[in-house]
């Protein structure tokens, strides 16, 4: 049977997490028939090991947008889901997907912070406002779209960078519709743990500001780079 959605999730040393996402996505799924896609980004597909039999994996050169495009390459569905591996989607993510996909060519989820600080919970619902004004969600909250219209304007820019926020830019410069689900995908608080969340959350606003004006993404990297996830995949 032909899948209604094709997930299309990058990885680089997520060995851990890809078994978690997968149980996780059975476990909310219900009767939608999906494929889900595993891209690498390491070239000994060192994550690819733990998937499962009934997941397809394929390895491609490291970068978010890069390793996407090869996934919705052999994307089955006529609608894409891009998945970070440390999101969880809400519980009837996958029914308000293809109900969105009716009214609209793309969409994305508001977003959660799996944290009980106040002050993640804090930049979570920032996030979730801006790109609701905007109609510029980033890559964490579960960017869906429309796959013919994903290959129609040429899928992620091959950027090291603001791949998500460059493709959001491209579809609003054509007036296609992108929808906000009010329903909040839960991602991990590792990266704000890991480098500060005052520091992280300053980054990120100065990056996304100096790409607005026009700085570019290569340049914007050089100061991004964030830490190394341990070659294992597999957290101590």
């Given amino acids: 049977?032909?899948?209604?959605?094709?997930?299309?999730?990058?990885?680089?040393?997520?060995?851990?997490?890809?078994?978690?996402?997968?149980?996780?996505?059975?476990?909310?799924?219900?009767?939608?028939?999906?494929?889900?896609?595993?891209?690498?980004?390491?070239?000994?597909?060192?994550?690819?090991?733990?998937?499962?039999?009934?997941?397809?994996?394929?390895?491609?050169a490291a970068g978010r947008g890069t390793q996407m495009n090869a996934g919705a390459k052999l994307a089955q569905a006529s609608t894409l889901l891009f998945l970070h591996a440390d999101t969880r989607l809400p519980q009837t993510?996958?029914?308000?997907?293809?109900?969105?996909?009716?009214?609209?060519?793309?969409?994305?989820?508001?977003?959660?912070?799996?944290?009980?600080?106040?002050?993640?919970?804090?930049?979570?619902?920032?996030?979730?406002?801006?790109?609701?004004?905007?109609?510029?969600?980033?890559?964490?909250q579960a960017i869906f779209v429309d796959r013919a219209t994903f290959m129609r304007v040429g899928g992620f820019p091959n950027i090291p960078i603001m791949e998500d926020v460059a493709l959001m830019q491209q579809l609003k410069r054509q007036r296609i519709p992108i929808q906000i689900v009010r329903d909040r995908v839960l991602v991990s608080p590792r990266r704000w743990e890991q480098e500060g969340i005052l520091r992280c959350t300053l980054r990120n606003w100065m990056l996304l500001g100096l790409y607005t004006l026009g700085v570019s993404p290569h340049r914007l990297w050089r100061w991004y780079r964030p830490p190394s996830l341990p070659k294992s995949g597999l957290k101590n």
Wanted: include cysteine; glycine fraction near 8%; hydrophobic fraction near 40%.
């Fill in 1 to 60: 049977m032909k899948p209604e959605l094709s997930i299309v999730i990058p990885v680089l040393y997520e060995g851990a997490n890809i078994l978690l996402l997968a149980d996780h996505l059975k476990a909310i799924a219900g009767d939608r028939v999906y494929e889900v896609i595993v891209v690498d980004g390491d070239p000994e597909g060192s994550t690819l090991q733990y998937l499962p039999p009934d997941i397809q994996g394929i390895t491609a």
């Fill in 93 to 140: 993510a996958l029914s308000q997907i293809c109900r969105t996909r009716e009214q609209a060519t793309a969409g994305a989820f508001d977003l959660g912070i799996d944290s009980p600080k106040a002050s993640l919970q804090w930049i979570s619902r920032v996030a979730s406002l801006r790109s609701r004004f905007t109609r510029i969600p980033y890559g964490d």
